[in-house]
């Protein structure tokens, strides 16, 4: 997932994904051109959307990115 890529590279976003991926805690959120949403792998799921719902700032195009592998 995108946050495997942040984790395995040390990435240093502060907070971002403190739930390491159990759909907890939408810090993760992320926001993607169009183009890109559309070409995302796959849809999100209803667990995914729920959790998005309790994303600060959420637009048509963003994904929590432990979910997009
Ligand atoms: Fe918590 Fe993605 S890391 S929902």
Redesign the pocket.
């Known amino acids: ?1 995108i ?1 495997d890529i942040v984790v395995n590279n040390e990435i240093d976003l502060d907070g ?14 992320l926001i993607f051109p169009k183009d890109v949403y559309d070409n995302l792998p796959k849809k999100p799921a209803e667990e ?1 959307m729920d ?1 998005l719902d309790l994303a600060h700032e959420l637009t048509d195009t963003s994904r ?4 997009i592998i």
Do not use: I, K
Not at 16 to 29: D, F, K, R
């Open positions: 997932s946050l971002y994904g403190a739930c390491e991926g159990t759909l907890t805690c939408s810090t993760c959120h995914e959790m929590l990115g432990c979910q």
